[in-house]
């Protein structure tokens, strides 16, 4: 079965500094990936998503991630961290093994210092 | 585009009581989904439409769970009875792109407390 994990439920970091947030899928095929988050009071967004073409995906305000199958893994990184980057973050895979329904991480919270 | 809208907001509910959530999604997506996320976890998947088609619901959705897209246009989720276990955010989502690289747009949610 298709399951996620994200690592650290809150993150935080200072202002400009790197962000980064980890996710790890388990599948038994290449899977679908994404990035959605959540301000507060406000409905998920989808920042970014692998979809088996280039293995680095760009994404909106500035987040990028990396698509690595020897890790197992899908973190997300920005160079320099905002203010308004201060939100929860979550990681969700999709593919066969969950009959393509969206398979959720349980979401990092991202603390932005000043 | 006005984006996806759920109604109510918030829901505060007795025990055994019947509550109904309503989601309008975005006027040219024919899929929809319903989540449910309670505090510190991920969306947890509850079921799908396409269409007026319910093609999908959760092995762990309760009978007591029923949802409901008549033409296609919104959708309703009710629950009957409800249990303080029930208390949760409730997630509706419309569907752009091709299934599975499909992007879902999210509404605001409805936030239901049973006491």
């Known amino acids: 079965a298709q399951s996620v994990t994200q690592l650290g439920s809150h993150v935080s970091v200072s202002e400009g500094a790197l962000v980064l947030l980890r996710c790890n899928y388990s599948s038994s095929v290449p899977p679908y990936l994404f990035w959605y988050v959540q301000y507060p009071n406000q409905g998920l967004q989808l920042l970014l998503k692998?979809?088996?073409?280039a293995t680095l995906v760009k994404g909106i305000n500035g987040f990028e991630a990396e698509f690595k199958k020897s890790e197992t893994s899908f973190h997300l990184t920005k160079p320099s961290a905002h203010m308004s980057d201060a939100a929860e973050y979550f990681c969700a895979v999709s593919g066969v093994d969950s009959n393509y329904q969206l398979i959720w991480g349980a979401g990092t919270k991202l603390i932005i210092k000043p | 585009d006005t984006g996806v809208s759920q109604n109510p907001r918030h829901k505060i509910t007795k025990r055994g009581q019947n509550v109904t959530f309503r989601c309008d999604p975005i006027s040219e997506h024919n899929r929809l989904y319903w989540y449910r996320q309670t505090l510190g976890q991920g969306p947890e998947f509850l079921t799908y439409?396409?269409?007026?088609?319910?093609?999908?619901k959760s092995r762990l959705l309760s009978d007591r769970f029923s949802a409901e897209r008549p033409k296609g246009s919104f959708s309703t989720l009710e629950i009957q009875r409800t249990e303080q276990g029930d208390s949760a955010m409730y997630l509706c989502?419309?569907?752009?792109?091709?299934?599975?690289?499909?992007?879902?747009?999210f509404g605001p949610g409805t936030r239901l407390l049973v006491l």
């Open positions: 989502a419309s569907v752009s792109g091709a299934h599975p690289e499909e992007t879902q747009y």
């Open positions: 439409f396409q269409n007026e088609a319910q093609l999908e």
């Open positions: 692998y979809t088996s073409a």
